[in-house]
């Protein structure tokens, strides 16, 4: 019993850390996103509209940001399956997006993105 106590205890606090990492790498990610868009409490819209609060999200909603038609009209909400799906090709996702970006194919790095990303509230702040 001591050792299962002890392999669980061990899990998970290598969850913990594969967690930090996975934010780490997420937070690397973004550096292919930061000529555009921005997060966290000094955020302010670019090219693109500041990622604050996306989770939960309707496309086309960050005031002050100038979208096409096609995001505003997209019906797209946010979560993880919207927003991995999306950032993998964005312009097949919606075509007529002004996002001129590639998209990223990697698995493991769009889930560690949406992970980063995930963690900021609407004003910037770190859930």
């Given at each position: ?9 061990s ?44 989770d ?38 919606v ?21 980063y ?11």
């Amino acid at each position: 019993m001591k050792r299962l106590v002890i392999a669980a205890l061990s899990i998970a606090v290598s969850s913990g850390t594969v967690l930090a990492q996975d934010l780490a790498a997420g937070e690397a990610s973004f550096r292919k996103c930061a000529p555009c868009h921005s997060v966290g409490e000094d955020a302010a819209n670019k090219v693109g509209p500041v990622l604050n609060g996306i989770d939960g999200r309707k496309a086309g909603s960050v005031e002050g940001f100038s979208y096409s038609d096609a995001n505003k009209d997209s019906g797209i909400t946010w979560n993880e399956e919207s927003f991995k799906e999306y950032i993998r090709d964005p312009r097949a996702k919606v075509p007529g997006t002004k996002m001129i970006f590639a998209g990223i194919k990697s698995d493991k790095e769009v889930t560690d993105l949406w992970g980063y990303l995930k963690q900021f509230a609407a004003n910037g702040s770190k859930k």
